[in-house]
């Protein structure tokens, strides 16, 4: 009897049977959780409260969003005792996931007021469930701060000064000693001096001031541009270790150009040295403004009218004069005008004279 192809078809067959993977363990389904948000901002300006957040792209264990989430939207007023209010929902609609996202909300005006406000995001799946609550955002409910009046702009040499009317008296619930106040301007670059020169200036920018002082300087502006600015009071506290901005709303935009109009100084210290017959050395103090271009000389005989010697300005505050035709005894006197590089020209310098041999 020959056993040993069936033996051998057996021992296949149990080899097969064994060689085969074990089946892991039965995943339990996805309840498809949008993930939490983390980043909840609040800002608000005047009596609106806009809130930001990123929208998640996965749920809870990883699979993607494909569809627009439910979001809920809710509200806590935090009294300054300790005890809290219920949250009150808000708002529900969808968001799209992996987006940027946005809520603007309205305090009533019949409002009673709170200490603050907390604001939490909750994702919601398919079936009204949640993996959690954002982290909470805060904002200051008190009375709307009143923004500046009567700005006004002026474009000065050392850049352009900013003027408005002080808040006179705070209201007592923003003012504290765990507050500061401040105003925050805002400067748009409408016209550039040059379109080659657009890409290398700040075009839109926001400039602190401390309190609430009734002016300001802007340094910053660059000459022969148009800016707009407009104001806004905020101030600035904490609650449960995180920074709260309160902004008043803005300013109406004004305008100002910063034509330059303003003149170098007048040049000092020129002094004249003779060379020889027909050769005078001149020298003299230079200017420091950033935008100087340089210097003209001028020079005139006894009785008769200034004569421009350079045709354009030089740029070192030192020049050397050769006179064509000179004259033994003859009278001469020099002065200089510096210009800057909008054309610019200063009240000529004190005259410097001598008499050739």
Same mark, same amino acid.
């Given at each position: 009897?020959?056993?040993?192809?069936?033996?051998?078809?057996?021992?296949?067959?149990?080899?097969?049977?064994?060689?085969?993977?074990?089946?892991? *363990?039965?995943?339990?389904? %996805?309840?498809? *959780?949008?993930? +939490?948000? &983390?980043?909840?901002?609040?800002?608000?300006?005047?009596?609106?409260?806009?809130?930001? !957040?990123?929208?998640?792209?996965?749920?809870?264990? &990883?699979?993607?969003?494909?569809?627009?989430?439910?979001?809920?939207?809710? #509200?806590?007023?935090?009294?300054?005792?300790?005890?809290?209010?219920?949250?009150?929902?808000?708002?529900?609609?969808?968001?799209?996931?992996?987006?940027?996202?946005?809520?603007?909300?309205?305090?009533?005006?019949?409002?009673?007021?709170?200490?603050?406000? =907390?604001?939490?995001?909750? #994702?919601?799946?398919?079936?009204?469930?949640? =993996?959690?609550?954002?982290?909470?955002?805060?904002? /200051?409910?008190?009375?709307?701060?009143?923004?500046?009046?009567? /700005?006004?702009?002026?474009?000065?040499?050392?850049?352009?000064?900013?003027?408005?009317?002080?808040?006179?008296? !705070?209201?007592?619930?923003?003012?504290?000693?765990?507050?500061?106040?401040?105003?925050?301007?805002?400067?748009?670059?409408?016209?550039?001096?040059?379109?080659?020169?657009?890409?290398?200036?700040?075009?839109?920018?926001?400039?602190?001031?401390?309190?609430?002082?009734?002016?300001?300087?802007?340094?910053?502006?660059?000459?022969?541009?148009?800016?707009?600015?407009?104001?806004?009071?905020?101030?600035?506290?904490?609650?449960?270790?995180?920074?709260?901005?309160? #902004?008043?709303?803005?300013?109406?935009?004004?305008?100002?150009?910063? &034509?330059?109009?303003?003149?170098?100084?007048?040049?000092?210290?020129?002094?004249?040295? /003779? *060379?020889?017959?027909?050769?005078?050395?001149?020298?003299?103090? +230079?200017?420091?403004?950033?935008? *100087?271009?340089?210097?003209?000389?001028?020079?005139?005989?006894?009785?008769?009218?200034?004569?421009?010697?350079?045709?354009?300005?030089?740029?070192?505050?030192?020049?050397?004069?050769?006179?064509?035709?000179?004259?033994?005894?003859?009278?001469?006197? !020099?002065?200089?005008?510096?210009?800057?590089?909008?054309?610019?020209?200063?009240?000529? %310098?004190?005259?410097?004279?001598?008499? /050739?041999?």
């Amino acid at each position: 009897m020959q056993r040993t192809p069936i033996i051998a078809a057996l021992a296949a067959i149990l080899l097969a049977a064994t060689g085969c993977g074990q089946p892991g *363990l039965p995943m339990p389904p %996805s309840l498809n *959780l949008p993930a +939490p948000v &983390k980043d909840l901002t609040a800002q608000r300006t005047g009596d609106t409260i806009t809130l930001r !957040w990123s929208m998640p792209k996965e749920t809870t264990d &990883k699979q993607p969003l494909k569809n627009p989430v439910p979001v809920e939207i809710w #509200l806590q007023q935090i009294p300054s005792t300790t005890s809290k209010s219920p949250a009150q929902r808000i708002e529900a609609r969808p968001y799209i996931p992996g987006a940027p996202a946005e809520f603007t909300y309205t305090l009533p005006a019949d409002r009673i007021l709170h200490h603050v406000d =907390a604001f939490t995001v909750r #994702l919601l799946n398919a079936n009204s469930r949640t =993996a959690g609550d954002s982290n909470p955002a805060y904002v /200051l409910d008190m009375p709307a701060i009143a923004p500046p009046t009567a /700005l006004t702009a002026v474009y000065t040499r050392t850049g352009v000064r900013l003027n408005w009317s002080q808040q006179v008296v !705070w209201p007592s619930q923003i003012v504290s000693d765990a507050m500061d106040y401040s105003i925050l301007v805002h400067r748009i670059l409408t016209t550039p001096p040059t379109q080659k020169q657009k890409s290398a200036l700040v075009l839109d920018t926001y400039l602190n001031v401390s309190g609430d002082p009734g002016v300001a300087l802007d340094p910053t502006a660059v000459p022969n541009a148009e800016y707009t600015y407009s104001l806004q009071r905020t101030t600035h506290s904490t609650y449960a270790a995180v920074k709260i901005e309160t #902004l008043s709303v803005s300013t109406n935009a004004i305008t100002v150009s910063t &034509k330059d109009t303003f003149p170098p100084a007048q040049p000092t210290g020129l002094a004249a040295v /003779l *060379l020889n017959a027909s050769t005078i050395d001149l020298s003299w103090n +230079p200017n420091t403004e950033p935008d *100087l271009a340089g210097y003209l000389v001028y020079r005139h005989a006894d009785n008769s009218a200034d004569v421009k010697v350079t045709a354009a300005p030089v740029t070192t505050p030192d020049y050397r004069d050769a006179i064509a035709a000179p004259q033994s005894g003859q009278h001469l006197c !020099w002065s200089i005008v510096a210009v800057d590089t909008t054309g610019n020209q200063s009240q000529p %310098s004190a005259p410097e004279c001598l008499s /050739l041999p």
